[in-house]
């Protein structure tokens, strides 16, 4: 069964940083677009970045570029967000997908993600 797994949320002084890990099971990162995604309560799931296999292309929204950073330990076939500079609007559950022969050109769509895990929480403090 293919399944994803994130880890390394918890809760964070504004300012502070998280390492966020995004581990696929029962298949390989290869040939996969992996995004992540978050949803604060109350709102609507966006798209935070994404790291594409195919291409090594990458894509970050406006509201993270520059504080957040994807990386890859291919030997692990792991994906890292290295998250810095965290404010309070960043409080939400973070979610990694997988598209299979995705690509990052721009903006991610939910629905184009077939492999989803389950989440991890993000709390970041005032």
């Known amino acids: 069964q293919l399944q994803l797994a994130e880890s390394g949320g918890g809760l964070v002084q504004a300012g502070g940083s998280l390492r966020l890990t995004c581990a696929g099971s029962?298949?390989?990162?290869?040939?996969?677009?992996i995004a992540w995604f978050r949803q604060a309560p109350g709102k609507e799931r966006e798209g935070v970045s994404c790291f594409s296999r195919l291409d090594d292309s990458t894509w970050y929204s406006d509201s993270v570029k520059g504080r957040f950073t994807l990386s890859m330990d291919r030997s692990k076939d792991t994906l890292f967000l290295q998250m810095n500079n965290l404010r309070p609007e960043d409080t939400a559950v973070y979610y990694c997908?997988?598209?299979?022969?995705?690509?990052?050109?721009?903006?991610?769509?939910?629905?184009?993600?077939?492999?989803w895990g389950q989440g991890t929480q993000v709390t970041v403090s005032s």
């Open positions: 029962g298949f390989t990162l290869n040939n996969y677009a």
């Open positions: 997908a997988a598209d299979a022969w995705g690509k990052c050109g721009g903006p991610v769509r939910q629905i184009e993600y077939e492999y």
